[in-house]
């Protein structure tokens, strides 16, 4: 079976640049999650979102920062503009949206913003 | 919000030894706690997980235990060898919603 996938595995950009990430979750999981994993502050959850629908956004630093989930098997990580602080690994997971299931998390995309 | 520390930061054991890593949460609602393992420059990867209705929970070397009343959980690991040195992070939360993960646990497993 297929895992997470996100998309691109390097991102490399100039500052004021706008930056978007992509993942498609397990088939059959309604849950995906954004997180942003850097030294300073380990890893954060950004948003998740429950069948389509952004649940949880409070973790999105601010308003340069936007998530979509157009369908069930796509979503998006959007900065606009970038800016060097925005340099982490974005991981996306996804999970059955029953009970307590398990995240399982994509290999990540790091991005640098110089 | 759920707030979860994990101890010890660093943790160095002799190869066929023991290690056990530590995480408190101040949520009493959290009702899942899983363990992931993250080699560097690689996904973390869940190990093991723990639903609030057990107390413990084994799988081969990997064992987890929760003390709801205390609202701690713990992560032992035995006879370790090399591969298992890595970053180990845990969580506390609902597993399908927020999870809030600790700071993680840099093991190395000495030969």
């Known amino acids: 079976d297929a895992g997470v996938i996100q998309s691109p595995r390097h991102e490399v950009t100039e500052m004021g640049q706008e930056v978007t990430l992509r993942c498609k979750p397990i088939s059959g999981h309604n849950s995906l999650f954004w997180y942003r994993q850097t030294m300073m502050r380990g890893l954060e959850l950004l948003i998740y979102?429950?069948?389509?629908?952004?649940?949880?956004d409070s973790g999105m630093p601010e308003d340069r920062f936007s998530a979509k989930m157009p369908n069930a098997s796509f979503s998006t990580l959007k900065i606009q503009p970038s800016e060097p602080r925005d340099s982490a690994v974005y991981f996306c997971?996804?999970?059955?949206?029953?009970?307590?299931?398990?995240?399982?998390f994509g290999d990540g995309t790091r991005l640098s913003i110089l | 919000g759920e707030n979860v520390e994990q101890h010890p930061s660093t943790l160095s054991v002799q190869e066929g030894d023991s290690a056990v890593i530590k995480c408190t949460y101040s949520?009493?609602?959290?009702?899942?706690f899983p363990w992931y393992k993250q080699e560097l420059g690689k996904r973390p990867q869940l190990i093991i997980d723990?639903?609030?209705?057990?107390g413990e929970k084994k799988d081969q070397r990997i064992a987890v235990t929760l003390n709801k009343t205390a609202k701690h959980f713990s992560l032992h690991i035995t006879e370790t060898q090399p591969e298992d040195s890595a970053v180990y992070f845990c969580?506390?939360?609902?597993?399908?919603?927020?999870?809030?993960f600790g700071t993680g646990t840099r093991l190395t497993i000495i030969p």
């Open positions: 723990i639903r609030s209705n057990v």
């Open positions: 979102f429950n069948n389509n629908v952004p649940i949880d």
């Open positions: 949520d009493s609602a959290s009702n899942y």
């Open positions: 969580a506390a939360g609902f597993g399908n919603e927020k999870l809030t």
């Open positions: 997971a996804s999970s059955l949206a029953q009970g307590n299931q398990p995240q399982h």
